[in-house]
T-cell receptor
Framework: DADVTQTPRNRITKTGKRIMLECSQTKGHDRMYWYRQDPGLGLRLIYYSFDVKDINKGEISDGYSVSRQAQAKFSLSLESAIPNQTALYFC???????????FGPGTRLTVL | EDQVTQSPEALRLQEGESSSLNCSYTVSGLRGLFWYRQDPGKGPEFLFTLYSAGEEKEKERLKATLTKKESFLHITAPKPEDSATYLCAVRSYTGGFKTIFGAGTRLFVKA
Protein backbone atom coordinates (compact mmCIF):
# COMPACT_ATOMS: atom_id res chain seq x y z
CA ASP A 1 0.00 0.00 0.00
CA ALA A 2 1.16 3.53 -0.79
CA ASP A 3 2.54 5.52 2.15
CA VAL A 4 1.18 8.84 0.85
CA THR A 5 -2.17 8.86 -0.93
CA GLN A 6 -4.00 11.65 -2.65
CA THR A 7 -7.64 11.93 -3.70
CA PRO A 8 -8.91 12.55 -6.24
CA ARG A 9 -6.25 11.63 -8.80
CA ASN A 10 -7.90 13.65 -11.52
CA ARG A 11 -10.46 16.45 -11.31
CA ILE A 12 -12.05 18.72 -13.87
CA THR A 13 -13.99 21.67 -12.52
CA LYS A 14 -15.33 25.04 -13.59
CA THR A 15 -14.23 28.54 -12.74
CA GLY A 16 -15.63 29.72 -9.41
CA LYS A 17 -16.19 26.26 -7.92
CA ARG A 18 -14.79 25.26 -4.53
CA ILE A 19 -12.45 22.28 -4.68
CA MET A 20 -10.81 20.19 -1.97
CA LEU A 21 -7.83 17.93 -2.52
CA GLU A 22 -7.05 15.42 0.20
CA CYS A 23 -3.84 13.83 1.36
CA SER A 24 -3.34 10.96 3.80
CA GLN A 25 -0.11 9.35 5.00
CA THR A 26 0.79 6.22 6.93
CA LYS A 27 4.47 7.10 7.38
CA GLY A 28 3.94 8.64 10.81
CA HIS A 29 5.64 11.88 9.75
CA ASP A 30 4.80 15.16 11.45
CA ARG A 31 5.57 17.43 8.51
CA MET A 32 3.31 17.69 5.49
CA TYR A 33 3.41 19.91 2.40
CA TRP A 34 1.41 20.89 -0.65
CA TYR A 35 3.15 21.73 -3.93
CA ARG A 36 2.01 22.53 -7.43
CA GLN A 37 3.89 21.58 -10.57
CA ASP A 38 3.52 23.38 -13.89
CA PRO A 39 5.19 22.45 -17.19
CA GLY A 40 8.65 24.01 -17.44
CA LEU A 41 8.61 25.15 -13.83
CA GLY A 42 9.89 23.52 -10.70
CA LEU A 43 7.68 22.36 -7.88
CA ARG A 44 6.44 25.37 -5.90
CA LEU A 45 5.42 25.24 -2.26
CA ILE A 46 1.85 26.30 -1.45
CA TYR A 47 1.53 25.50 2.27
CA TYR A 48 3.30 23.41 4.85
CA SER A 49 2.52 22.10 8.31
CA PHE A 50 4.91 20.92 11.01
CA ASP A 51 2.14 19.53 13.20
CA VAL A 52 -1.62 19.74 13.62
CA LYS A 53 -1.48 23.19 15.19
CA ASP A 54 1.20 24.63 12.93
CA ILE A 55 0.26 25.82 9.42
CA ASN A 56 2.49 28.05 7.31
CA LYS A 57 2.21 29.76 3.95
CA GLY A 58 4.60 28.85 1.19
CA GLU A 59 5.64 30.97 -1.76
CA ILE A 60 2.34 30.78 -3.69
CA SER A 61 -0.46 30.55 -1.10
CA ASP A 62 -2.82 33.16 -2.59
CA GLY A 63 -6.10 31.55 -3.65
CA TYR A 64 -5.49 28.44 -1.53
CA SER A 65 -6.24 27.35 2.02
CA VAL A 66 -5.39 24.22 3.99
CA SER A 67 -6.62 22.17 6.91
CA ARG A 68 -4.61 19.72 9.00
CA GLN A 69 -7.30 17.46 10.41
CA ALA A 70 -4.91 15.00 12.05
CA GLN A 71 -1.25 14.07 11.95
CA ALA A 72 -2.01 11.88 8.96
CA LYS A 73 -4.34 14.15 7.00
CA PHE A 74 -3.71 17.45 5.21
CA SER A 75 -6.25 18.97 2.82
CA LEU A 76 -5.85 21.71 0.25
CA SER A 77 -8.80 23.86 -0.80
CA LEU A 78 -9.33 26.21 -3.69
CA GLU A 79 -12.11 28.50 -2.50
CA SER A 80 -12.98 29.79 -5.96
CA ALA A 81 -11.06 27.99 -8.67
CA ILE A 82 -9.62 29.91 -11.62
CA PRO A 83 -8.08 28.57 -14.85
CA ASN A 84 -4.48 29.44 -13.91
CA GLN A 85 -4.79 27.01 -11.01
CA THR A 86 -4.79 24.20 -13.56
CA ALA A 87 -1.74 22.14 -12.56
CA LEU A 88 -0.45 18.96 -10.96
CA TYR A 89 -0.72 19.07 -7.18
CA PHE A 90 1.50 17.00 -4.94
CA CYS A 91 1.35 16.29 -1.25
CA UNK A 92 4.56 15.36 0.53
CA UNK A 93 5.68 14.37 4.01
CA UNK A 94 8.96 14.43 5.86
CA UNK A 95 10.13 13.16 9.24
CA UNK A 96 11.65 16.45 10.31
CA UNK A 97 15.35 17.10 10.52
CA UNK A 98 16.80 17.48 7.06
CA UNK A 99 14.12 17.49 4.55
CA UNK A 100 13.99 14.25 2.62
CA UNK A 101 10.45 14.46 1.33
CA UNK A 102 8.15 11.61 0.34
CA PHE A 103 5.62 12.51 -2.32
CA GLY A 104 2.16 11.27 -3.11
CA PRO A 105 1.12 10.30 -6.65
CA GLY A 106 -0.36 13.70 -7.43
CA THR A 107 -3.72 15.16 -8.42
CA ARG A 108 -4.21 16.52 -11.92
CA LEU A 109 -6.58 19.48 -11.63
CA THR A 110 -8.12 21.20 -14.63
CA VAL A 111 -10.13 24.39 -14.18
CA LEU A 112 -12.23 25.32 -17.18
CA GLU B 1 17.43 35.12 -4.33
CA ASP B 2 17.90 31.35 -4.20
CA GLN B 3 17.83 29.81 -7.66
CA VAL B 4 18.23 26.38 -9.26
CA THR B 5 18.85 25.81 -12.98
CA GLN B 6 19.00 22.36 -14.54
CA SER B 7 20.48 21.48 -17.90
CA PRO B 8 19.86 20.15 -20.40
CA GLU B 9 16.07 20.30 -20.44
CA ALA B 10 16.00 16.95 -22.22
CA LEU B 11 18.63 14.32 -22.95
CA ARG B 12 18.37 11.37 -25.28
CA LEU B 13 20.85 8.51 -24.83
CA GLN B 14 21.40 5.10 -26.28
CA GLU B 15 21.47 2.24 -23.81
CA GLY B 16 24.98 2.06 -22.36
CA GLU B 17 25.89 5.63 -23.32
CA SER B 18 27.06 7.33 -20.12
CA SER B 19 26.38 11.03 -19.52
CA SER B 20 25.80 13.68 -16.87
CA LEU B 21 22.98 16.00 -15.84
CA ASN B 22 23.81 19.42 -14.43
CA CYS B 23 22.24 21.39 -11.58
CA SER B 24 23.57 24.92 -11.07
CA TYR B 25 22.49 26.71 -7.94
CA THR B 26 22.71 30.09 -6.27
CA VAL B 27 21.96 30.04 -2.59
CA SER B 28 22.93 31.92 0.53
CA GLY B 29 24.41 29.18 2.65
CA LEU B 30 23.64 25.71 1.31
CA ARG B 31 21.86 23.51 3.82
CA GLY B 32 21.32 20.61 1.47
CA LEU B 33 21.04 19.67 -2.21
CA PHE B 34 18.59 16.97 -3.22
CA TRP B 35 18.09 14.80 -6.28
CA TYR B 36 14.72 13.22 -7.06
CA ARG B 37 13.49 10.99 -9.84
CA GLN B 38 10.00 11.50 -11.26
CA ASP B 39 8.28 8.99 -13.53
CA PRO B 40 5.32 10.05 -15.70
CA GLY B 41 2.11 10.22 -13.69
CA LYS B 42 3.91 9.78 -10.37
CA GLY B 43 5.30 11.89 -7.60
CA PRO B 44 9.02 12.56 -7.20
CA GLU B 45 11.05 9.82 -5.55
CA PHE B 46 14.02 10.71 -3.37
CA LEU B 47 17.48 9.68 -4.63
CA PHE B 48 20.24 11.59 -2.79
CA THR B 49 21.04 14.40 -0.39
CA LEU B 50 24.41 16.17 -0.56
CA TYR B 51 25.50 18.60 2.15
CA SER B 52 28.94 19.96 1.31
CA ALA B 53 31.27 20.54 -1.63
CA GLY B 54 33.26 17.45 -2.51
CA GLU B 55 30.63 15.04 -1.30
CA GLU B 56 29.62 12.15 -3.57
CA LYS B 57 26.88 9.53 -3.32
CA GLU B 58 26.12 6.52 -5.46
CA LYS B 59 23.16 4.28 -6.10
CA GLU B 60 23.30 1.62 -8.77
CA ARG B 61 24.12 3.41 -12.06
CA LEU B 62 23.73 6.90 -10.55
CA LYS B 63 26.38 9.01 -8.90
CA ALA B 64 25.77 12.51 -7.55
CA THR B 65 28.55 15.00 -6.92
CA LEU B 66 28.58 18.50 -5.45
CA THR B 67 30.73 21.62 -5.84
CA LYS B 68 30.17 25.10 -4.44
CA LYS B 69 28.17 26.13 -7.51
CA GLU B 70 26.74 23.00 -9.07
CA SER B 71 25.88 19.35 -8.77
CA PHE B 72 26.15 16.63 -11.35
CA LEU B 73 24.15 13.45 -11.65
CA HIS B 74 26.31 10.99 -13.56
CA ILE B 75 24.56 8.08 -15.21
CA THR B 76 26.82 5.16 -16.10
CA ALA B 77 25.73 2.68 -18.77
CA PRO B 78 22.07 3.71 -18.58
CA LYS B 79 19.23 1.32 -19.27
CA PRO B 80 15.77 2.13 -20.67
CA GLU B 81 14.32 1.88 -17.15
CA ASP B 82 16.42 4.90 -16.17
CA SER B 83 14.20 7.03 -18.40
CA ALA B 84 12.51 9.62 -16.18
CA THR B 85 12.65 13.28 -15.19
CA TYR B 86 15.39 14.06 -12.69
CA LEU B 87 14.76 16.95 -10.32
CA CYS B 88 17.33 18.90 -8.35
CA ALA B 89 16.41 20.96 -5.28
CA VAL B 90 18.22 23.07 -2.68
CA ARG B 91 17.56 24.35 0.80
CA SER B 92 19.42 27.25 2.32
CA TYR B 93 19.99 28.36 5.89
CA THR B 94 18.66 31.83 5.07
CA GLY B 95 15.66 30.92 2.95
CA GLY B 96 13.35 30.05 5.77
CA PHE B 97 11.59 26.77 5.36
CA LYS B 98 11.70 26.57 1.59
CA THR B 99 13.03 23.97 -0.81
CA ILE B 100 13.70 25.41 -4.26
CA PHE B 101 13.22 22.93 -7.10
CA GLY B 102 14.67 23.11 -10.58
CA ALA B 103 12.48 22.45 -13.62
CA GLY B 104 14.10 19.06 -14.18
CA THR B 105 15.90 17.17 -16.93
CA ARG B 106 13.89 14.67 -18.93
CA LEU B 107 16.05 11.65 -19.71
CA PHE B 108 15.18 9.22 -22.50
CA VAL B 109 17.23 6.03 -22.84
CA LYS B 110 16.68 4.03 -25.98
CA ALA B 111 17.38 0.29 -26.18
Amino acid sequence: DADVTQTPRNRITKTGKRIMLECSQTKGHDRMYWYRQDPGLGLRLIYYSFDVKDINKGEISDGYSVSRQAQAKFSLSLESAIPNQTALYFCATSPGGLDTQYFGPGTRLTVL
Amino acid sequence: EDQVTQSPEALRLQEGESSSLNCSYTVSGLRGLFWYRQDPGKGPEFLFTLYSAGEEKEKERLKATLTKKESFLHITAPKPEDSATYLCAVRSYTGGFKTIFGAGTRLFVKA
